[in-house]
């Protein structure tokens, strides 16, 4: 199995770190880096080794789209077309058990030039688990994911981006950088396909991690034969071309996670919240 990238190291000496309420503007669009922060520049040594990371910092007109949950044979062959009409490349945070279900289109995202990275065996909250537990379960999917994919897995987004400290160092120790997001379209709420499309592109910026979903919330596989929507109402192909209109009208383009991470310095923010006690 051939590795596709070498290990991060855990200090990232070129990164920026912000403050958490920086990458939460999810829908502020454009927006500067903010003014240096006494606190975080005295802090670096002790913040830096324990920061997630959220986007790059550049002024190219680039972002990452990433999707998540899937693949799902109703929505991501639709996306990946669309996709490669637009000669835009994406990372696919996928769950493990659709991934094994549905080997083929895990090819086909790798074979188009895409990144397969991890988000999970299913979508189970692992910051309500104890630490034993949620890093034996990041270390079987992270094996099975890439079985199934042929390659070395180098990044992981934990479901809902939840993840407590301890969980953040074993995904690191496991060879994993994780990865939340910058920017969003809430994708989730039943709005229509123009609406989410809309959203996108409002919150695109320089450098940023557009967060997505190639499933459903009604689960993977179950909408019926030939269904261009989900039970949530939302038509995902379709949102994704007219997102990708959008981009390109106003000069944006797409590059994966780790293309970016190889090009620009990250744009880092501590990012955890509290675990249970291990029972």
């Known amino acids: 199995m051939a590795p596709t990238s070498r290990r991060r190291p855990l200090l990232d000496i070129s990164a920026t770190l912000v403050r958490r ?147 953040y160092l074993a995904a690191r120790a496991l060879g994993l950088e994780v990865v939340i997001w910058s920017a969003w379209a809430q994708d989730w709420d039943g709005s229509s396909a123009e609406v989410v499309a809309g959203r996108a592109v409002q919150a695109l910026h320089h450098g940023g991690f557009v967060l997505l979903h190639d499933a459903s919330g009604d689960g993977v596989g179950a909408l019926a034969p030939g269904a261009t929507v989900g039970a949530d109402g939302l038509d995902r192909v379709r949102a994704t071309e007219l997102m990708l209109a959008g981009m390109r009208e106003r000069g944006y383009t797409s590059e994966t996670v780790s293309a970016l991470l190889s090009r620009y310095p990250a744009i880092r923010t501590v990012w955890a919240e509290r675990g249970v006690r291990a029972t």
């Open 21 to 167: 309420g920086y990458v939460c503007d999810y829908d502020a669009g454009e927006r500067p880096l903010p003014p240096s922060d006494p606190v975080l520049r005295l802090g670096r040594p002790a913040f830096l080794p324990i920061s997630t990371v959220a986007c790059v910092r550049t002024d190219d007109r680039v972002v990452s789209l990433t999707y998540d949950d899937g693949p799902d044979p109703q929505f991501t062959p639709g996306i990946l077309d669309a996709l490669a009409t637009h000669g835009v490349r994406a990372t696919f945070f996928v769950m493990v058990e659709p991934a094994e279900a549905h080997r083929g289109l895990v090819r086909r995202i790798l074979a188009e030039g895409h990144e397969v990275a991890l988000h999970g065996i299913d979508h189970t909250r692992l910051s309500g688990l104890p630490l034993r537990r949620s890093t034996a379960i990041v270390r079987e999917a992270k094996q099975r994911l890439e079985q199934v994919a042929g390659r070395r897995i180098t990044l992981f987004r934990p479901t809902y981006g939840a993840q407590t400290l301890g969980q």
